[in-house]
Each structure stands twice: as structure tokens, then as C-alpha cells.
């Protein structure tokens, strides 16, 4: 069952620190034109069934952004939060 507005969290390790990413999608808004899933760098996006975007590799996302500002509906939105990793001891 899919809600009006997703939110797919990811975590990814990046070197010596983890970005926490979440991709706010609200599908509702989502007109299946594509740009974001031509324009993410890294092909993490996908259109399903509906025609609606998704977030089909999750672990690939490096949080650019692009899609956010790629969306005319303002249908997606990614949320970086970056957290300092603990000093490795
Ligand atoms: S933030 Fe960048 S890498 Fe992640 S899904 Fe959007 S365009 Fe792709
Ligand atoms: S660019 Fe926006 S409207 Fe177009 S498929 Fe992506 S999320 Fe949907």
C-alpha cells in the first residue's frame, strides 16, 4: 500500500563520515514526466506501474539533490542530514 507521500530513508557510508538521506516524494504531485529519473547521475530513480516515481536503488544516492531541483511539480524532495562520524578509536 502506497501513501499520498513517501519517505524513503537511506543511510550511506561515505569515507570517514554517513550521510542520512531521505527521499520525500509525494506522488500525488508526480506526473510521470521522467526528468528525475534522467537526470539522477546515478539511475537510483524509476517510474512504477502508476507512472509514478520511486526510489529503486536507495543505496546508490549521493544526496546532489538534482531531482529535487530538476522536479517542475515539486514532487520530490531530498532531505541530507549529515552526521560526523564518531572518531574511529
Ligand atoms: S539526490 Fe541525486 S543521486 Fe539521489 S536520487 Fe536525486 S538525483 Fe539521484
Ligand atoms: S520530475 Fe517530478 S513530476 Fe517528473 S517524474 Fe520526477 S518526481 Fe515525477
Redesign the pocket.
Known amino acids: 500500500m502506497v501513501g499520498m507521500e513517501d519517505v524513503i530513508p537511506s543511510q550511506i557510508h561515505k569515507g570517514s563520515f554517513m550521510k542520512k538521506i531521505e527521499h520525500k516524494?509525494i506522488r500525488e504531485?508526480?506526473?510521470?514526466?521522467?526528468?528525475?529519473?534522467e537526470f539522477c547521475p546515478k539511475k537510483v530513480l524509476q517510474?512504477d506501474d502508476e507512472e509514478?516515481?520511486v526510489v529503486r536503488y536507495p543505496e546508490k544516492c549521493t544526496g546532489c539533490r538534482v531531482?529535487e531541483y530538476?522536479?517542475?511539480?515539486l514532487?520530490?524532495e531530498v532531505l541530507v542530514e549529515k552526521e560526523d562520524e564518531k572518531q574511529a578509536a
Open positions: 516524494i504531485w508526480c506526473k510521470g514526466c521522467g526528468i528525475c529519473v517510474l509514478k516515481v531531482c530538476r522536479c517542475p511539480d514532487a520530490i
